[in-house]
């Protein structure tokens, strides 16, 4: 005859976690029976309620009371999103501190020319110093905006240094290098679209087999009617 003892030594050596006290859960109980092909009544009441010692039974682990003010987690079904990489600010910082001096006179100004000596390390210094803080957490949106809008900036960049420029034309010694450095680094991005944009006519060609001119259809769109032959005269 099975008692408490002997389906907690089964339910051990099955993987199953029990405690040393207790009642035993259902699930335990139906898979001993199952195993061991006792009658449903006979095993229930074979496993007491109370411990082997005559100690009063846990209460299960599904029905334990809460403690006061407890409040059982529930799943949302959301994913938590992945932590995104830290971006360096160092291009952030620097590009700032050589603005900054430009701003402040360059080398016509004391200052400007301190800020100039310093500014081709300044950002490995300034990166040193703010990694893990909290002025790390403020930059890093603009240094992941630095960092992969580099062709946004290319692209926006010069039109509204441009305008700046005329608007003010005293801001063009400061915003002549910023200028500069926009338009060389769209020059590297027009250079790859260009060739991508050959291989992109080149592939329609093949396809078509005839030369794809998208001016020459744009002006056969807007071309002026051409008006109709007129029938010759026959002379009688």
Request: hydrophobic share 40%.
């Amino acid at each position: 005859m099975s008692d408490a003892t002997d389906i907690r030594d089964w339910a051990r050596s099955k993987g199953y976690e029990v405690g040393a006290r207790g009642n035993l859960p259902r699930n335990i109980r139906d898979a001993y029976q199952a195993e061991h092909g006792a009658p449903e009544s006979e095993a229930l009441s074979e496993v007491p309620d109370a411990d082997d010692d005559g100690a009063p039974p846990e209460t299960p682990p599904e029905t334990a009371p809460k403690t006061a003010g407890e409040i059982t987690p529930r799943s949302t079904g959301r994913k938590t999103p992945p932590k995104k990489r830290r971006v360096s600010v160092e291009g952030v910082a620097g590009g700032a501190w050589t603005l900054l001096s430009r701003v402040l006179g360059g080398d016509a100004h004391p200052v400007g020319r301190v800020l100039a000596l310093q500014s081709p390390v300044a950002g490995l210094v300034i990166e040193d110093a703010v990694k893990g803080t909290a002025v790390d957490s403020i930059l890093q949106p603009l240094a992941r905006l630095t960092s992969g809008g580099k062709q946004v900036g290319a692209l926006i960049g010069p039109p509204l240094l441009v305008g700046a420029i005329t608007q003010r034309p005293a801001l063009y010694p400061v915003l002549r290098e910023p200028l500069a450095e926009c338009l060389l680094t769209w020059y590297e991005i027009a250079a790859d679209k260009q060739e991508e944009l050959r291989k992109r006519v080149a592939r329609l060609e093949k396809k078509m087999g005839e030369k794809v001119d998208v001016y020459a259809a744009i002006d056969a769109i807007f071309a002026p009617p051409q008006e109709a032959p007129q029938p010759e005269s026959v002379v009688v």
